[in-house]
């Protein structure tokens, strides 16, 4: 009993894919595997011809590809159960307002507002043009990376509830009365449900 390849799952979640009526057993058989983000997936069969929702005692289904019972026999299912992971990326720079050729320094603060670990998490900042890196450093086990101004710092993993701190150290090369525009991004291989929380934007100034 094969599943295509185009019905994995996106997000974690149950579906049903009707395999006919020639399939008559009622036992229920399953295997499962885990893939390198910790999510498990499931898979057997059922036939039962309730879902939860919306019936309480119906198989149960979420994100599903075929959200009802196809009738037949029996109906297959895929089942991915994935970790409970929220990055949040927060970002700070001082001095404010910075000179001409000062130090500027960059503060991210990553943190997995989640129970289980997020897998190779990676921060992004490209810095912007006025701005020449100097140094980065981070905490938790995080590896700073990059070149020129791209700059990147990866985790094996971060635990949930866990935190990290980044700190970029760059020199202004901006002229006075400039406005420099940072963006940083933290991405993960596990399954993140709110991606709102994973950007940090912050603005500095010249004087003049």
């Known amino acids: 009993?094969?599943?295509?390849?185009?019905?994995?799952?996106?997000?974690?979640?149950?579906?049903?894919?009707t395999m006919g009526s020639q399939v008559?057993?009622?036992?229920?058989?399953?295997?499962?595997?885990?893939?390198?983000?910790g999510d498990t997936f499931v898979t057997g069969h059922t036939n039962n011809d309730r879902t939860n929702p919306s019936d309480p005692i119906g198989h149960p289904i979420a994100n599903p590809f075929q959200g009802t019972y196809g009738g037949g026999g029996r109906d297959a299912f895929l089942a991915r159960i994935g970790n409970g992971?929220?990055?949040?990326?927060?970002k700070t720079a001082a001095p404010e307002p910075v000179a001409t050729?000062?130090?500027?320094t960059y503060t991210l603060t990553?943190?997995?507002?989640?129970?289980?670990?997020?897998?190779?998490?990676?921060?992004g900042d490209p810095l912007p043009a006025g701005v020449s890196f100097v140094s980065c450093t981070a905490t938790a086990g995080g590896t700073c990376a990059g070149s020129g101004n791209t700059r990147t710092v990866t985790y094996a993993s971060l635990a949930g509830g866990a935190s990290s701190t980044i700190t970029l150290t760059t020199t202004v090369t901006a002229g006075m009365?400039?406005?420099?525009?940072?963006?940083?991004?933290?991405s993960s291989l596990s399954f993140d449900p709110n991606l709102t929380n994973n950007v940090a934007t912050v603005s500095s100034h010249t004087p003049g």
Do not use: E
């Open 101 to 104: 050729a000062g130090t500027l």
């Open 177 to 186: 009365g400039s406005t420099l525009v940072n963006t940083a991004a933290a």
């Open 110 to 123: 990553l943190t997995n507002l989640g129970t289980d670990p997020a897998f190779s998490v990676t921060v």
């Open 24 to 37: 008559r057993s009622k036992n229920l058989g399953a295997s499962r595997a885990t893939n390198a983000a």
């Open 85 to 90: 992971v929220d990055l949040r990326l927060t």
């Open 1 to 17: 009993m094969a599943l295509h390849s185009r019905m994995s799952l996106p997000a974690p979640g149950v579906l049903l894919v």
